[in-house]
């Protein structure tokens, strides 16, 4: 079954804006990443999170990850309309496989 | 240069017929995967390798059989098609079993 969902499923903002993603699964993890699609593209990794960490940043992201309420938001501050694309969080949680369980994944525009 | 390259971008074919896709990876990983991305962008892994040993297969028909001649290629064969089959499929690879993950641009199936 689908481990991942995120909300909302699209956003729409103005250059400048912060865009604020969240994702929530259902079993416990070793880590969460986040990736980014572009239109007609595959998958870029961003950032990952360990299941012991709770906030994690790296230039306008900001990752968090909330293991008591199987959370984890991605925040994109100062957007710029190069950020628009898909943002999918994906769960590893099965040992040393390598499998990652997709969300459905949030759809941003950035308007200029 | 393209570190995760699939060959064709896009397969258009009939409905019963087998057809091969095919990835490469130049960056010396150890991994490689398949993924398959449906309509509603959805992704989901099928098979992975590591050394060229099957360590993921995911409840797949058999009518998929991924090869991996050696470790930097991993290829898909599909036999008799079905329209079910119309997807996106993506091939990634990391240097171990693990995070990060590195995707091709995917491959557009359609079945007519």
């Known amino acids: 079954s689908q481990q991942g969902e995120e909300d909302p499923q699209a956003l729409s903002i103005q250059e400048g804006e912060n865009a604020t993603m969240n994702c929530s699964y259902k079993?416990?993890?070793?880590?969460l990443q986040w990736y980014r699609q572009n239109s007609g593209r595959g998958l870029v990794h961003l950032i990952l999170i360990r299941s012991n960490e709770r906030e994690k940043h790296s230039g306008r992201l900001r990752v968090t990850l909330d293991t008591s309420k199987k959370s984890s938001s991605l925040l994109i501050t100062a957007s710029r309309a190069a950020d628009t694309a898909s943002y999918f969080c994906a769960t590893d949680s099965a040992g040393n496989t390598g499998k990652l369980i997709f969300g459905q994944g949030t759809t941003l525009q950035v308007k200029p | 240069d393209t570190a995760v390259s699939q060959t064709p971008k896009y397969l258009v074919t009939q409905m019963g017929n087998d057809k091969s896709i095919k990835c490469e990876q130049n960056l010396g990983h150890d991994t490689m995967y398949w993924y398959k991305q449906d309509s509603k962008k959805f992704l989901k892994i099928m098979f992975s390798y590591n050394n060229k040993e099957l360590i993921i297969n995911e409840t797949v028909p058999n009518r998929f059989s991924p090869k991996s001649p050696d470790k930097a290629h991993l290829n898909l064969h599909i036999n008799s098609l079905e329209l079910g089959d119309s997807a996106v499929y993506f091939c990634a690879s990391s240097q171990v079993v693990g995070p990060p993950q590195h995707f091709g641009d995917g491959t557009r199936l359609s079945i007519l």
């Open positions: 079993t416990s993890i070793n880590n």
